[in-house]
Nanobody, 124 residues
């Protein structure tokens, strides 16, 4: 089992930036593909970004492409989501997830472990 803990959420004005972190427990972080999802009130949890085990491949939702960057530091057992040019529609609870896969995983069903989420609120 692996435990994931998100941090870095908060309140920011439109056009601002936030950096989310996802700290993972255990000694096998580098064996997991990682992803970020978000869920706004009244909406389903949706894919945001994903990265493969070694960080060589990434995938982004069209709504965040060019604004968000997913990365990972396997030596620190941590994944990141750098969010720039934030918009009010980015407001949501953001979740990190880990998948026992050698691929970049973009579907909720492909992930095995989930963090508790961190709130991101973007004001207009």
């Amino acid at each position: 089992q692996v435990q994931l803990v998100e941090s870095g959420g908060g309140l920011v004005q439109a056009g601002g930036s936030l950096r989310l972190s996802c700290a993972a427990s255990g000694r096998t972080f580098s064996t997991y593909a990682m992803g970020w999802f978000r869920q706004a009130p009244g909406k389903e949890r949706e894919f945001v970004a994903a990265i493969n085990r070694n960080g060589g491949r990434t995938n982004y939702a069209d709504s965040v492409k060019g604004r968000f960057t997913i990365s990972r530091d396997n030596s620190k057992n941590t994944a990141f989501l750098q969010m720039n040019s934030l918009k009010p529609e980015d407001t949501a609870v953001y979740y990190c997830a880990a998948a026992m896969s050698i691929l970049v995983v973009t579907s909720k069903g492909g992930y095995d472990y989930w963090g508790q989420g961190t709130q991101v609120t973007v004001s207009s």
